[in-house]
Nanobody
Framework: QVRLVESGGGLVQPGGSLRLSCTAS????????MGWYRQAPGKQRELVAR???????NYADSVKGRFTISRDNTKNTVYLQMNSLKPEDTAVYLC?????????WGQGTQVTVSS
């Protein structure tokens, strides 16, 4: 059983910053990818950013240059630093890990960018 606990969402003004955290616990030996997806109302879930086990990263084009993903393997935690936030970044952000080719999801944390 893999448990993912997310934190760090909230309400922020355009141009502001937030940092999301997601800690994995349970039977987590062998996790490969750790990352973040998001889902806005009426839209499909989309990849925001992920870190692959070798350390390489992938970002959605819409967040490149504004968001930074990092991973602390000693804490089984993945972070998403979000800067220069825009209203279109408003969504539920979901933590994702891949273990033995299976996807595990967190409950999600709401990020709202509004003035």
């Amino acid at each position: 059983q893999v448990r993912l606990v997310e934190s760090g969402g909230g309400l922020v003004q355009p141009g502001g910053s937030l940092r999301l955290s997601c800690t994995a616990s349970g039977y987590i030996f062998g996790i490969t990818n750790m990352g973040w997806y998001r889902q806005a109302p009426g839209k499909q879930r989309e990849l925001v950013a992920r870190v692959i086990s070798g350390g390489s990263t992938n970002y959605a084009d819409s967040v490149k240059g504004r968001f930074t993903i990092s991973r602390d393997n000693t804490k089984n935690t993945v972070y998403l630093q979000m800067n220069s936030l825009k209203p279109e970044d408003t969504a539920v952000y979901l933590c994702n890990v891949v273990l033995n080719q299976l996807n595990y999801w967190g409950q999600g944390t709401q990020v709202t960018v509004s003035s």
